[in-house]
């Protein structure tokens, strides 16, 4: 069969890769611990299941309009003014099958061929492989670990063409948890100010932020770019909804308009009861949301500490999401055992897997070859155990 040059040069997904592999050690009775997922481990709170199965058994089983449900609008209208201080009409709101689905819509709808998407690295692994089905370009806007691993106005200046059609923000950053405070998204509105770029706000884990902060939007510091700007959110990671997908957009009436006829070709509405369950979960009482984060803060701290209690590990305690992502550099070119030589985090990763049965996300395909993803979206014995076998695994190698 010969399948589409689209098909065959689209990259799996790394993280669900790293799943799959994990899951197969496990079914073969290996005691994996799994640091590679990106989910919360958290059963979606009671309240939301209630909303969904009355829905359902009341006959909400039928399409509602592509972009959600009147209601659906409603609530995430509601949201946007509760949690960003701003205003949206039904015509600028919109929900899809997941905030990775809304992402696709976005980019299918912006994106010509030859079009240029800035995305900051380390970045989430499907941008890049969203704006390529686009058939757009992605430009890679680099950042250090100095810099916390989030894009300086320098970075951002430099990756800009007069080819740059968008430009990605992740906050709080799938993998790195890092959050753009206010003054730096400031140095950024002013750099895009003036030109014609598009901003996609990826703002999946903008709830999930630690030590009493808020996270920030860019349409909060620079309320002029709301005319070019998309907020895409969702209740995946917030809600531990991740089997639900409903993801949503606000931005223009124009794009919204592009994504409802994007959407309504493909897939049409999201599923009429997942809805019912998102809008409980986002008007209802919000109060799980601080019992899930006050559990991920916990596991932040743990998993922080003892990786950097492990020699040649640096990790920063990252003030958002629930990923940690140490600098492992410093065992590239050691030795196993067996005399195999661990060249790069893809070495690394496999590595932890075999001997210390940990499954890690290597940083190669987020744009960040010295680092590894490790989420802590699992319990604090797995998280205790897991760094244990990992420092001794690590202990055990030679130069
Ligand atoms: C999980 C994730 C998404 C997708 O969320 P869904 O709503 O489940 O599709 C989008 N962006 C980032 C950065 C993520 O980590």
């Given amino acids: 069969m010969r399948l589409s040059k689209r098909a065959m040069s689209l990259q799996p997904s790394a993280t669900l890769a790293i799943a799959a592999k994990a899951k197969k050690l496990r079914a073969e009775g ?42 659906m609008k409603k609530a995430i209208i509601a949201y946007m003014k509760r949690e960003y201080g701003l205003d949206y009409s039904a015509a600028e709101v919109f929900a899809s099958c997941g905030a990775k689905h809304t992402l696709y819509n976005i980019f299918m709808s912006i994106v010509d061929p030859g079009d240029e998407v800035i995305i900051p690295a380390p970045f989430w692994v499907s941008y890049p492989e969203q704006v390529a089905l686009a058939e757009g370009v992605p430009v890679i806007a680099p950042s250090t670990a100095a810099e916390d691993f989030l894009m300086s106005a320098a970075s951002l200046e430099k990756a800009i063409t007069p080819r740059t059609k968008a430009l ?191 499954a890690v996300v290597p940083g190669e395909p987020f744009g960040a070859p010295e680092n590894i993803r490790l989420s802590y979206a699992t319990s604090e014995e797995s998280i205790a155990e897991g760094v244990k076998r990992m420092a001794a695994s690590l202990a055990a190698l030679s130069r």
């Avoid at 997922?37 to 299941?49: M, R």
């Avoid at 009429?272 to 916990?298: N, P």
């Avoid at 992502?325 to 030589?341: C, I, L, N, Q, R």
Wanted: glycine share 10%; aromatic share 8%; proline share 6%.
């Fill in 30 to 71: 290996v005691d994996v611990i799994d640091f590679g997922v990106g989910e919360p481990d958290f059963a979606t709170p009671p309240h939301i299941v209630e909303a969904a199965v009355k829905a359902l058994s009341g006959g909400d089983t039928h399409y509602t309009p592509v972009g959600g449900s009147p209601a």
């Fill in 168 to 358: 990605i923000l992740n906050s709080p950053s799938n993998p790195t948890g890092g959050m753009y405070d206010k003054k730096r998204l400031g140095e950024l509105a002013e750099v895009i100010g003036g030109k014609n770029i598009i901003i996609v706000c990826d703002d999946i884990y903008h709830k999930l932020v630690y030590d009493g902060r808020e996270c920030p939007s860019i349409l909060n510091v620079a309320p002029a770019l709301r005319d070019r700007a998309v907020v895409v959110n969702g209740v995946s990671k917030s809600y531990a909804m991740t089997g639900w997908r409903i993801g949503f957009a606000a931005g223009p009436a124009e794009l919204i308009g592009a994504l409802d006829k994007m959407q309504g070709q493909a897939t049409s509405n999201p599923t009429s009861f997942a809805q019912a369950g998102a809008i409980e979960a986002l008007s209802g009482d919000q109060k799980c949301i601080e019992e899930m984060r006050a559990i991920f803060d916990r596991r932040r701290r743990l998993i922080v500490a003892g990786l950097n209690a492990i020699p040649k590990v640096s990790c920063a305690l990252p003030p958002g999401a629930f990923y940690a992502f140490p600098t492992v550099s410093g065992y590239f070119g050691a030795k196993t055992a067996s005399g195999a030589v661990i060249k790069d985090s893809m070495d690394l990763a496999s590595f932890l897997l075999e001997e210390a049965k940990i």
